[in-house]
């Protein structure tokens, strides 16, 4: 083999390692990255809500709506109304309260439309967790 095959070799060799190091970083940091965090206070302000914990979203159905598939929605303590949750609906979604079942409600009758009550379409694989639900006249599932 003569050095000009060599160096080449040489060459190749160190850009083949170079690539799969990048590939093995941007693997890494892909795994490293945590899942969104949305938050909902129903005393939050409307107008400056965008899901972080300093300015969550008054409501769990606009939580919702942001959220993607494998995000938590953390639930704030409160009395929650309009939960008319559906489409679009990600999958492998948490809703869970922050503080428990005592003290997190989502009460039926202070919903927009009396008429549906509350309506929550789930998508695959989500975990609802820590609530009391009032007012609601039944349970459909499907």
């Known amino acids: 083999m003569s050095i ?3 160096i080449h070799l040489s060459t190749f060799v160190i ?5 799969l190091g990048a590939q093995l970083v941007l693997v890494n940091n892909l795994l490293a990255q945590d899942l969104t965090k949305l938050y909902v ?3 939050a302000d409307t107008a400056a809500a965008d899901g972080t914990e300093a300015h969550p979203y008054p409501g769990i159905d606009l939580a919702c709506l942001a959220a993607s598939s494998g ?3 953390l639930v704030l303590p409160g009395t929650y109304g309009n939960a008319n ?6 999958d492998s979604l948490t809703i869970m309260s922050l503080e428990g079942a005592q003290n997190t409600i ?5 919903t927009a ?3 549906f009550g509350i309506v929550i379409r789930a998508g695959s694989g989500w975990t609802v967790d820590g609530f009391t639900f009032i007012n609601i006249g039944g349970v459909v599932s499907s």
């Open 41 to 43: 206070d129903a005393a």
């Open 113 to 115: 439309d009396a008429s």
């Open 15 to 19: 850009l083949i390692v170079l690539i």
């Open 4 to 6: 000009g095959n060599k």
């Open 106 to 110: 989502i009460d039926g009758s202070k």
């Open 71 to 73: 995000d938590t929605i």
């Open 85 to 90: 949750i559906a489409a679009p609906r990600p």
